[in-house]
């Protein structure tokens, strides 16, 4: 397991921001209004992202929660932090997020019901009482945030809105419903059970047409509730007085599948794994108007990113060891001459995501099935390989390959993988050296000195 190495006892940095990282369960962003949907669902969050800096293409690094998640705290890739599976814990001398800012001044507070589980242990959050901030989705934050706003604080929060069952209430359950036509208040049997399960194993529901424009339209709902929302946390943290001194990142886990490739979910939902961009598309949305300019940065950019991203927000040195990369260069125009050193040096507009096929509700035979991808701006090879698969060669030799040409098959409907030997064979190449390097010896421990 690779130790990230800094100095946590650093004398801490005056005039730093507070952070709130916010992000958001199976969240996609192409229905986000600012990011060319067609219905109004982000009205509130629109106006973050034009003053802020807008990724277009922000991609997790897994198809469920936990990896995509300890991945941002970490700067690792999930093969480095191991962190992969339900019942799996972060070494505890492995440096993150939280305790970098915690050893520069921070106070790092989180809710309970985010780090009651192992699979959360060892991030450097402190753990407040849950009784004091009981409350409602979203009211918890807002009454952690009044307990802390005179402090400098590092705020995670996780919001679940747009996690299955889709079931918002009025009026956010028919506000795009009626954009349907021949709409129908009537809930179909398999409507209800969209809105009553959060778990719907994958081809175990038979959806019309009909049907899947009803659940689109209540996951949208959702978000607009969501959006209402965060208008309600930004009107508050100004009253507060605190909001113009607060760096706020918008992201996600991961993103959900609404019919693309034939059913609804993600990985812990539908317990059957897909890498689709439906899935691994994020939102990321960063805001600083003091420090910050708007600017749209459309190069490919991934979880990993966001803790070097931090630090270099804040002009503080950054751990040896990180997997990421700063994006401020992106967003000022600069020379990305702040790109952090990693034990691998991948290319920067590749990205590379792993999964189990169950996510948290995985089997121990479902931990064992794996799929991994690499994505360019131009192609995507996704490897599967299950437990009954040929393991000779290290297991990297034998598995399913589908190939998919993003420039004119951005739905990635049609695998060409028999038609462009080439491409799949370099992108394999790419794909195993990121497996065996992040998983290798040399991801060993180094120096601890100082965590």
């Keep these: 397991m690779l130790l990230l190495v800094f100095n946590t006892k650093a004398e801490a940095k005056k005039g730093l921001p507070n952070i709130l990282l916010f992000t958001i369960d199976a969240c996609r962003p192409d229905h986000f209004s600012c990011y060319g949907y067609s219905r109004n669902t982000t009205p ?84 407040v009482d849950k009784e004091q901030f009981q409350g409602a989705e979203g009211e918890d934050l807002l009454k952690l945030l009044e307990v802390y706003k005179d402090k400098r604080f590092f705020i995670w929060y996780h919001h679940h809105v747009l996690h299955l069952p889709y079931n918002p209430p009025n009026p956010y359950d028919e506000i795009f419903r009626k954009d349907i036509a021949n709409g ?46 965060i208008g309600q946390l930004m009107k508050k943290m100004e009253e507060w007085g605190i909001l113009d001194n607060t760096l706020v990142f918008i992201t996600s886990d991961h993103g959900e599948e609404l019919f693309e490739h034939g059913f609804i979910g993600h990985a812990s939902t539908s317990l059957n794994a897909k890498l689709y961009d439906e899935i691994i598309h994020i939102p990321l949305i960063i805001w600083w108007p003091k420090k910050l300019k708007h600017k749209k ?76 991808c690499v994505r360019t701006k131009e192609w995507k090879l996704i490897y599967t390989i299950m ?26 409907e049609k695998n060409v993988v028999e038609k462009n030997p080439e491409i799949v064979k370099e992108l394999k190449e790419k794909l195993f050296r990121w497996i065996e390097t992040t998983t290798s010896k040399e991801c060993g421990s180094q120096s601890n000195a100082g965590i």
Excluded at 387 to 407: I, R
Aim: aromatic residues 8%; negative net charge; glycine residues 6%.
């Design 184 to 229: 129908t208040s009537t809930d179909s049997a398999a409507i209800s059970i969209v809105k009553r399960q959060s778990i719907i194993k994958n081809g175990s529901v038979n959806f019309n047409d009909m049907d899947k424009k009803v659940a689109v339209a209540l996951y949208d709902g959702q978000l607009r509730q969501l959006d209402d929302y």
């Design 44 to 127: 509130n969050i629109d106006k973050l992202a034009k003053e802020g800096a807008l990724f277009t293409n922000a991609f997790s690094q897994s198809a469920w929660t936990t990896p995509g998640m300890i991945s941002i705290f970490t700067s690792l890739y999930p093969p480095t932090h191991d962190v992969d599976a339900k019942g799996k814990t972060l070494k505890d001398n492995v440096l993150t997020l939280p305790k970098v800012l915690k050893g520069n001044g921070y106070t790092v507070p989180v809710l309970p019901k985010f780090v009651d589980i192992s699979n959360y242990w060892h991030l450097g959050f402190d753990v």
């Design 387 to 412: 437990p009954t698969s040929n393991v000779s060669s290290g297991g990297l030799d034998d598995g399913k390959y589908e190939l998919y040409n993003l420039s004119n098959d951005p739905k990635e």
């Design 297 to 372: 940065v459309d190069e490919l950019v991934q979880q990993i990113d966001i803790m070097p991203t931090t630090l270099d927000l804040l002009d503080l040195p950054t751990p040896t060891g990180m997997q990421g990369r700063s994006l401020l260069p992106l967003i000022q125009d600069a020379s990305n001459d702040k790109t952090c050193s990693s034990i691998v040096n991948f290319e920067q507009s590749t990205i590379f995501c792993e999964t189990i096929l169950g996510g948290f509700q995985s089997t121990k035979e479902q931990e064992q099935s794996k799929l991994r």
